[in-house]
């Protein structure tokens, strides 16, 4: 049986381009927070395919909507309506607040067009010319050329030549580097409230609340990719509803869709007035009527099983924990993050760690090097917390 798995892995090694190296496992299926690989053997996750299954593995009430849908029709193009699209913008607007919607297909799609409907607003309100956009240094926001030319890490970008776009980079949290760089001409800012591949690092209220004043005092827009610290992995459904601080441009995608590809971008009426109008921006699958009932039956189980309270009730549980570990192992330098989106920083790689653990039955992934990221499930209960505690200690015992 253990065969099964190193020949699926050998066969993967030859037909994948290898832009991966991936975990020594060929997972099968999933269940509540468990994960199980080919060979039957199971797993406590603890990073939800990143920031991804929030509702869990196998949830009956979301898997029967896929099932149902699937049988009534797939995919219809944007040439026309559908209900699914037309619920879920609905109920999306609902809980983030803004007034426009466009679906796409993956997180890196929603920033591309966040920064297109940012460009283009530039280019009505302000005049045509060039409009810079004001990035953060170790930022993260996807792997397409336009989402990459704002992602402030230089590794990503090196090999890829000019970026699309005049990019600027500021220190994350560091208002007074933004506002060095912020001039009439600036199209937008761009930002994640919780900073996720970068480190697990909350914007301070501060720091959030000088850039929207920049922000407006310049004309320029304020956008937020929300994610991966969106669909109430903070305790809210939208980072930045802790502090009411709302963006013009926010995007979404990962627990969006819970395990089916889907992104958006949202704004307010006011740019969606100013920005993309018909035949400036499309996609074939965006929006379709398959990855539309995911997100209505993800927005509707949020409501019903009151995922955002059960965060709430959770995530101290998680941090107290995860604090008690940094406290007693001295090569654990910091413990940081908000909600169930929570970072241990350690003075030396975590690869050996991870894969300890996988060892041991459980899943986990860095952010950066030195980082080990948490991102369960959103159903992730004490128990499941205190299992997790207890196979790292026991990891880390042997550090
Ligand atoms: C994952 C992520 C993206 C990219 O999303 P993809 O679906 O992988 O394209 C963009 N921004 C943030 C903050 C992310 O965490």
New binding site residues.
């Given amino acids: 049986m253990a065969d099964k798995m190193k020949a699926l892995i050998e066969q993967a090694e030859k037909d994948l381009l290898h832009t991966y190296n991936r975990y020594q496992i060929v997972l099968d299926r999933g269940e509540g927070v468990s994960l199980y690989d080919v060979n039957g053997k199971r797993y406590l996750d603890f990073v939800a395919g ?1 920031a991804v299954f929030a509702l869990g593995y196998g949830n009956r009430e979301y898997n029967d909507a896929l099932k149902a849908q699937i049988d009534k029709v797939l995919h219809t193009s944007n040439y026309f309506y559908n209900e699914p699209a037309i619920k879920a913008a609905g109920l999306l607007k609902k809980v983030s607040g803004m007034d426009r919607v466009f679906f796409t297909n ?4 929603a ?1 591309e067009g966040a920064l297109k409907a940012a460009v283009k607003y530039a280019n009505t309100v302000k005049g045509s010319g060039e409009h810079d956009v004001i990035a953060m240094e170790h930022s ?4 397409t050329y336009g ?1 990459l030319s704002v992602t402030g890490n230089a590794h990503y970008r090196e090999n890829y030549g000019r970026m699309p776009g005049s990019v600027k980079f500021a220190a994350f949290n560091d208002l007074s580097s933004v506002e060095a760089l912020i001039t009439k001409d600036t199209a937008a800012v761009i930002l ?1 409230p919780v900073q ?2 970068g480190g697990l690092t909350p914007a301070t209220e501060e720091f959030l609340r000088g850039v929207r004043r920049l922000c407006d005092e310049n004309g320029a827009l304020l956008i937020f ?1 929300e ?2 610290c969106g669909m109430g992995r903070t305790g809210y459904m939208y980072a930045w509803q802790k502090y009411g601080i709302r963006p013009d441009i926010m ?1 979404s ?2 627990a969006l869709g819970c395990g089916v590809p889907v ?1 958006a971008f949202l704004m307010t009426e006011e740019v969606g007035q100013n920005s993309l109008k018909a035949g400036d921006h499309g996609t074939t699958y965006g929006g379709n009527p398959f990855a539309c009932a995911a997100v209505c039956k993800v927005l509707e189980l949020y409501e019903k099983d009151h995922i955002i309270e059960h965060v709430r009730e959770t995530a101290p549980y998680l941090e107290e924990k995860l604090q008690a570990l940094a406290d007693r192992y001295p090569f654990i330098t910091e413990r940081r993050g908000r909600g169930l989106m929570q970072g241990l920083v350690f003075d030396r790689p975590v690869s050996d760690i991870i894969i300890k653990g996988m060892d041991r039955g459980l899943i986990l992934i860095n952010a950066g090097s030195n980082i080990l990221r948490f991102v369960p499930p959103l159903v992730v209960t004490k128990d499941d917390i205190d299992e997790m505690t207890a196979i790292l200690d026991s990891v880390l015992a042997e550090v």
């Fill in positions: 990143i993956s997180g890196a799609e920033v993260f926001h996807g792997r989402a994640e996720g591949e990719d994610i991966q995007t995608a990962k992104g």
